[in-house]
């Protein structure tokens, strides 16, 4: 086989001058990697020549990639706010700064320092919460999926667990809530049609092996029409009639009231938490608009249960995730709601929305584009079915050419009525002037 002489060996090619400056054994590894299949290649005669200069090309590329951040910033011009592919909820670079000198340092984690012994983890932002909610104790863990699954472990194993079948719900395709009850190992009791629940139906389901009386926030749908289900309150008192434990899986919590009358769908945490529930978990960056977490909040004896699961160490959250936490804690507290862009951004009025997408335009051709109003809605599965006012830019051209033209350089915006528009809603005010390079680079 003359072809396989002619292989380059793996040191002679990556000492070329071609990756002058470039890692020495990381591309030793590529280069082998390409030689090995250029090899085989070679011997199933799928390549008649060597192209060294091709070769050589393809591990330089192959080592960019390699180096280039996978994760990338992305402008968003859906509107959606707590966009589940984008991130959900973004952190203030206000906020970042302020822990930056927590996590990049040794600090008091699991220390106290006062008495030089070992500290409390979760004891970092449960002053704040106790505060802000009222409520008697709090532990988060590393996500709202987690939760529920340690609460469900931790009270319902080999128990019931009653929960109304219009609840059953799937959130975003890998989470569904009666999987996650069976893998925690409790049992699920479904009570009620899709429809229509009563109290009677959570009564008539209590049993000696009854543990829980859970509600299920639907989070991304309503049911309208013939349609009822119980409140929380009612399940509470029913549950404490019985000894039971109360539990509601409220998936999104939010703090001050909402803008556009959106608080009249559902109740901020406050109120929700004002009968003293037994437990209560919420996502971390959902509404709350802080980082990933699951925060559950309720009563210290149950609480004081939880902790003891062996399964929290599996579950527990890092420093950069607790020293997040207490800085938008320390935001709520201090009501500057600026600090956290989900809310920034849904408390922007239309008014200063069309100003700066007239100011974008201004600097547009003319005829390429308006200023228009649209609604959007809240996304990552709350507010379901609630809609709000916003602004966009209406691009004009083809939309789905214009689209991806965008989506290349790192835009997403939306298309409506055959119309590629870019919400200003959620386009950061330090993206606009990179936004408009873009749009005049695509918009010639
Ligand atoms: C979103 C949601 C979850 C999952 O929360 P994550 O923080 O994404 O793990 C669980 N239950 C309900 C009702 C939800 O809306």
């Known amino acids: 086989m003359e072809l396989l002489k002619q292989i380059p060996q793996v040191d002679k090619l990556t000492s070329d001058d071609f990756f ?11 280069a082998r990697d390409k030689i090995e299949i250029l090899r085989e290649d070679i011997l199933s005669g799928r390549v008649e020549k060597t192209d060294n200069y091709a070769l050589k090309e393809a591990i330089k590329t192959e080592y960019e990639e390699l180096l280039s951040s996978s994760l990338k910033p992305l402008i968003n011009a859906t509107g959606v706010i707590l966009h589940t592919n984008m991130g959900r909820s973004l952190i203030s670079k206000e906020i970042l700064e302020k822990v930056s000198n927590v996590i990049c340092n040794y600090s008091n984690l699991e ?6 012994s070992r500290g409390e983890r979760y004891e970092h932002v449960s002053k704040h919460f106790k505060t802000l909610l009222d409520v008697e104790d709090v532990l988060v863990v590393n996500n709202n999926a987690a939760a529920v699954f340690l609460i469900l472990n931790t009270f319902a194993k080999e128990k019931e667990v009653v929960v109304s079948r219009g609840e059953l719900v799937e959130i975003g395709g890998s989470f569904r809530i009666p999987d996650v009850m069976r893998q925690s190992g409790a049992v ?12 009677e139906d959570y009564s008539n389901a209590i049993s000696d092996n009854t543990s829980i009386l859970m509600k299920v926030h639907q989070s991304n749908f309503t049911i309208e029409g013939f349609s009822a289900d119980v409140d929380f309150e009612d399940i509470q008192r029913l549950a404490a009639k019985h000894g039971l434990l109360d539990y509601y899986d409220l998936g999104s919590g939010y703090v001050a009231p909402l803008p556009y009358n959106l608080s009249s769908s559902e109740h901020p945490l406050a109120k929700i938490l004002q009968k003293s529930p037994s437990l209560i978990s919420f996502s971390g960056d959902k509404l709350f608009g802080s980082v990933q977490a699951g925060i559950i909040v309720g009563k210290k004896e149950f609480i004081d249960v939880l902790k003891k699961n062996q399964l929290l160490r599996m579950l527990r959250v890092d420093k950069i995730t607790l020293s997040i936490l207490e800085e938008t804690l320390k ?16 408390f922007f009025d239309t008014k200063i929305l069309r100003q700066r997408a007239e100011k974008m335009q201004s600097s547009l051709k003319i005829e390429a584009s308006e200023v228009i109003d649209t609604i959007t809605v809240m996304g990552g599965g709350t507010l379901p079915n609630r809609e709000f006012p916003s602004i966009a830019l209406h691009i004009k051209g083809k939309a789905s050419s214009l689209e991806r033209a965008f989506r290349k350089k790192g835009v997403i915006g939306r298309i409506e009525e055959d119309k590629f528009l870019l919400d200003i809603r959620t386009v950061l005010e330090d993206k606009e002037v990179e936004l408009l390079e873009i749009i005049n680079e695509i918009v010639k």
Request: proline fraction near 2%.
């Open 111 to 116: 220390y106290n320092q006062d008495k030089g």
């Open 331 to 346: 935001a709520y507290l201090q009501e500057e709601y600026d600090l956290i862009p989900t809310l920034k951004m849904l």
């Open 188 to 199: 699920l009791y479904e009570v009620g049609a899709t429809n229509k629940t009563k109290l």
């Open 20 to 30: 002058i400056g470039l890692n020495q054994s990381l591309l030793n590894k590529i």
